[in-house]
């Protein structure tokens, strides 16, 4: 959301018309087996519950952003939105390249050494594979420069 | 240079008074000790040579890039240079955190796996390590599109 609204604020020019797409990479649903190994733990009306949760979590952040968009953006910004399911690193380098954005634009978790090691960076990997340019916005530990002149 | 033409062409925009900050990180000078360790491999004389080599190198490096901002800034861009010896990593991150830059763009060799292993990747670690928004521009395989829209 900040990397959005520093977007809106510093990126998309006045004068042009630039249509922003937000992307958005659910997580593959996880097959959870039962301990012993001979059925699902959850039953089908269990994981159609997740899966709604999972669903409205998507939709629920789209809107938000979608919000931001229509309010922070300085006049009416075209918005499109892409939901894909897979790990975010292959969503976001895929979907990016398919459309042949012209900049993709990433938040950035600033996650310290150890747990970079762990979960790896996404910023970092799309920084790497994808074709476009790429730009990490990272929120500054006193959120106070989002309109920041660029 | 292909992510200043990048820059100059997607990123300042036409009605703002932007000021492009060229970094320039010059090596530092490696120590040359004779084979048998009892003195320096080079004269003074020849370190002098090499140091004007060096600077010749940043200059016209420099030059290059002035003369870019010059002719494909959409108004008078204004342009400043820094130049530091150090790892390009240490001094790109110390001159954009100390001059509080807005956005730092950067170019990116786009090395495979092999050798940024042992290089390392100048703009992952900017990336991670400075507190402005960090833009990634790499040179794309056909390089014609360089003046595409934002």
Redesign the interface.
Same mark, same amino acid.
């Given at each position: 959301m900040y @990397?959005l609204s520093?977007s809106l604020h510093?990126?998309i =020019?006045?004068? =042009?018309n #630039?249509t922003i797409i937000l992307i958005y990479a659910k997580p593959p649903r996880t097959v959870y087996t039962s301990p012993d190994g001979t059925g699902y733990l959850f039953s089908p009306d269990m994981l159609a519950s997740i899966d709604k949760c999972r669903n409205d979590l998507a939709s629920s952040i789209i809107e938000k952003a979608k919000k931001m968009c229509r309010e922070q953006g300085d006049n009416e910004v075209k918005v499109e939105v892409i939901i894909e399911t897979g790990d975010p690193r292959d969503v976001i380098c895929q979907a990016a390249d398919k459309i042949h954005a #012209?900049?993709l634009v990433m938040g =950035?978790h *600033?996650y310290g050494l150890i747990k970079?090691a762990f979960l790896g =960076?996404v910023?970092?990997h799309c @920084?790497?594979n994808v074709?476009? %340019?790429?730009?990490?916005?990272?929120k %500054?530990k006193s959120s106070s420069s989002a309109t *920041?002149?660029?």
């Amino acid at each position: 959301m900040y @990397a959005l609204s520093w977007s809106l604020h510093n990126l998309i =020019s006045q004068t =042009s018309n #630039d249509t922003i797409i937000l992307i958005y990479a659910k997580p593959p649903r996880t097959v959870y087996t039962s301990p012993d190994g001979t059925g699902y733990l959850f039953s089908p009306d269990m994981l159609a519950s997740i899966d709604k949760c999972r669903n409205d979590l998507a939709s629920s952040i789209i809107e938000k952003a979608k919000k931001m968009c229509r309010e922070q953006g300085d006049n009416e910004v075209k918005v499109e939105v892409i939901i894909e399911t897979g790990d975010p690193r292959d969503v976001i380098c895929q979907a990016a390249d398919k459309i042949h954005a #012209d900049v993709l634009v990433m938040g =950035s978790h *600033g996650y310290g050494l150890i747990k970079r090691a762990f979960l790896g =960076s996404v910023s970092n990997h799309c @920084a790497q594979n994808v074709k476009c %340019p790429v730009l990490i916005v990272k929120k %500054p530990k006193s959120s106070s420069s989002a309109t *920041g002149t660029k």
